[in-house]
C-alpha cells in the first residue's frame, strides 16, 4: 500500500459495487463522470495495485477490490454510527435499512412496518431483487426482502455467503379481469392459457418483468408492457389480458380482478425471502426480521449460520 484511502474514494469503492458501473455510481452519489474516475485512481494509487477489471457491461472487482471492499463496507458503517451519534440520533432500536421488490413494498410491508415498535427506526428503498442482493453485499441494506424463482440458489456467488430466511413458499398464480372466462373458476390447466393476450412489465433498467406464465411453448402474445401494478391491474380489469400474479401480492386485488390456480407440470413454486449481510443481526434487524417471519407464517433460515436471524 502506498497511501492513504479517503472515505470518499471508499464510499465509491462501495457505490460502485451496488450499482455495477462508474457511470451508474456517479449518478447515485451525484457526482460528475470524471469526480468518480479520480476517486478511483486514487485508490488504486493508494492501494499500489487495480481495484477493478474494467469490462464493455461495466466493471468487476479485483481480489485486491473485493478485500478492500469487505473493510471499507465496515469502516463507512462506523463512520456513519459515529456521524449519528454526534446528531444526537442514536438509539439501540436502530435504524435498520430494509429493502424490498416493488409488490412486497406495497402489499406486504406497510403492515408490517406500522406494527413495530415506535422508537424503532426503519428505512425502506425498493427495488429489483438483483439490485437489492448487490446493495446488501455492497453494505448499504441491512435486510431485503426478495423474490426467487426456482431453482432456488444461493443469494449470489460470493463468500462469505448471504444469509437467507425463507418467508413463505406458494403456487404462482394468475390474474383474470371479474369478465375473463377464467374468472368463474377455481382452476385451469397449463395448456389453457397458450393463445392468451398478456400484460407484461419492465423495470427501470428495461428488463422485462415476469406476466407471462413459464413455459409456454411458442412465443407469447405480450400485447402490453408496464411498469407498475396499478397499470398491470387496470389493463387486465378491462378485459386486455392477463397477467401471472405472485402470491404476495393478492392484498393489492381490486374489485374487478380475480385469482385463479394454475394446474399443470412442473408447478410454478414462488418464494419469498428475506436476505441480510453475512454474520449475526443486530437487535433492531433482530426485530424486523421476526416481524416478517411472523407475518407471513412460515420462516426459515436456508443458510448455515441459522443462529443469525433466529
Known amino acids: 500500500m ?10 465509491v469503492l462501495r457505490e460502485v459495487s451496488e450499482r455495477g458501473s462508474f457511470t451508474a455510481a456517479a449518478r447515485a452519489l451525484g457526482y460528475t463522470q470524471s469526480a468518480v474516475s479520480r476517486q478511483v485512481a486514487a485508490l488504486e494509487a493508494a492501494a499500489g495495485r487495480p481495484l477493478f477489471e474494467r469490462r464493455r ?14 473493510r471499507a463496507i465496515r469502516i ?3 463512520l456513519d454510527a459515529a456521524a449519528r451519534d454526534l446528531a444526537g440520533d442514536a438509539t439501540t432500536a436502530g435504524p435498520v435499512r430494509l429493502g424490498a421488490f416493488p409488490t412486497a413494498a406495497a402489499a406486504l410491508l406497510p403492515a408490517v412496518l406500522a406494527a413495530l415498535p415506535r422508537e424503532l427506526t426503519v428505512s425502506l428503498r425498493e427495488g429489483s431483487s438483483a439490485t437489492l442482493i448487490r446493495s446488501l453485499r455492497a453494505g448499504t441494506l441491512d435486510l431485503a426482502v426478495l423474490a426467487q424463482s426456482p431453482p432456488f440458489r444461493p443469494l449470489d456467488t460470493e463468500t462469505p455467503a448471504l444469509g437467507q430466511l425463507v418467508l413463505a413458499e406458494r403456487d404462482l398464480l394468475l390474474c383474470v379481469g371479474a369478465g375473463h372466462p ?11 392459457l ?5 400484460v407484461a ?4 433498467t428495461g428488463e422485462l418483468l415476469p406476466g407471462v406464465w413459464p413455459g409456454l411453448p411458442g412465443r407469447p402474445d405480450v400485447r402490453y ?12 380489469g378491462a378485459g386486455l389480458g392477463i397477467t401471472t400474479l405472485p402470491p404476495v401480492a393478492l392484498p393489492l386485488l381490486p374489485p374487478d380482478v380475480r385469482a385463479v390456480a394454475v394446474r399443470g407440470e412442473p408447478p410454478e413454486v414462488r418464494r419469498l425471502v428475506l436476505g441480510y449481510r453475512p454474520g449475526r443481526l443486530g437487535d433492531a434487524a433482530r426485530l424486523v426480521a421476526e416481524a416478517l417471519r411472523r407475518s407471513s407464517g412460515h420462516g426459515r433460515a436456508a443458510d448455515p449460520d441459522r443462529s443469525a436471524a433466529e
Open 201 to 204: 412489465g419492465r423495470s427501470d
Open 76 to 78: 463507512l458503517d462506523e
Open 182 to 192: 377464467f374468472a368463474a373458476r377455481a382452476a385451469v390447466e397449463r395448456d389453457e
Open 2 to 11: 502506498t497511501g492513504d484511502f479517503a472515505p470518499a474514494g471508499l464510499r
Open 225 to 236: 408492457v408496464v411498469r407498475d401494478w396499478w397499470s398491470k391491474f387496470r389493463l387486465v
Open 194 to 198: 397458450i393463445g392468451q393476450t398478456w
Open 57 to 70: 457491461d461495466g466493471v468487476a472487482f479485483t481480489a485486491a477490490g473485493s478485500m478492500l471492499l469487505a
